[in-house]
């Protein structure tokens, strides 16, 4: 069963596009994240939510717009997609927050901007 | 300067070798210390943590802390070819709800 999962893995699209990424938790954590990973492999946070209530927005446009409907889910949805977006976008969760241990992160969406 | 630098490796070693990762910081305000390891296409996994100084020992791996250098290191006894992996340090500030990470470092450790 497993604990921190994304839908899709891969996600192939063209420039201009709508797409959205949907993590599910089932850890009962209350704080859930979405870090990018680019091709050198340097993960970053973008988003942060605590009790669906957003926390940290890391300088991410305009064009990224995530959404917590409950506290074990968060989605991102990305407008009008761009080349420079390609990379691997991870959701993860925490439940002892801010104290950085107990990250749980998913297994990962593969996105290709072509 | 980054928040966080690692050595950026790659990094291949004969198994049963002794390995040693490292990362410095800069945010003296960093209490929480982790290492990460992220096989292939896969999502990162928490190998250690610590928030104070000195070493937390776990098996083969050892997570070395000197806050007053800066500096935070992994040691991994009698490396495996199962440790092939990308390792990846990480801090944190206490109530700031967001990890820092360094760029990773990549391993081999060959048969």
């Known amino acids: 069963d497993t604990a921190v999962s994304q839908t899709p893995k891969y996600l192939v699209t063209q420039m201009g596009n709508d797409k959205s990424i949907k993590c599910e938790q089932n850890l009962g954590h209350d704080t859930m994240y979405w870090y990018k990973q680019d091709s050198k492999k340097f993960l970053k946070i973008m988003f942060s939510y605590n009790n669906k209530e957003l926390i940290i927005n890391e300088t991410v446009p305009n064009r990224f717009s995530p959404k917590s409907p409950d506290k074990a889910h968060l989605n991102l949805h990305i407008n009008s997609l761009e080349l420079g977006d390609s990379a691997v976008y991870f959701c993860?969760?925490?439940?002892?927050?801010?104290?950085?241990?107990?990250?749980?992160f998913g297994s990962g969406t593969r996105l290709t901007v072509v | 300067q980054k928040e966080v630098e690692q050595d950026p490796g790659p990094l291949s070693v004969p198994e049963g070798a002794i390995v040693s990762l490292n990362c410095t910081y800069s945010?003296?305000?960093?209490?929480?210390f982790m290492w990460y390891r992220q096989y292939s296409r896969k999502g990162p996994e928490l190998l250690m943590y610590?928030?104070?100084?000195g070493n937390k020992e776990d098996g083969r791996f050892t997570a070395q802390v000197d806050k007053s250098s800066k500096y935070i290191s992994l040691f991994i006894r009698d490396s495996q070819p199962s440790d092939s992996a990308t390792y990846l340090c990480a801090m944190s500030v206490g109530s700031n709800y967001k990890l820092t990470f360094g760029k990773g470092t990549l391993l081999t450790v060959n048969p």
């Open positions: 945010n003296s305000a960093f209490q929480y």
């Open positions: 610590t928030y104070s100084s």
């Open positions: 993860a969760s925490s439940q002892v927050q801010g104290k950085g241990y107990g990250y749980t």
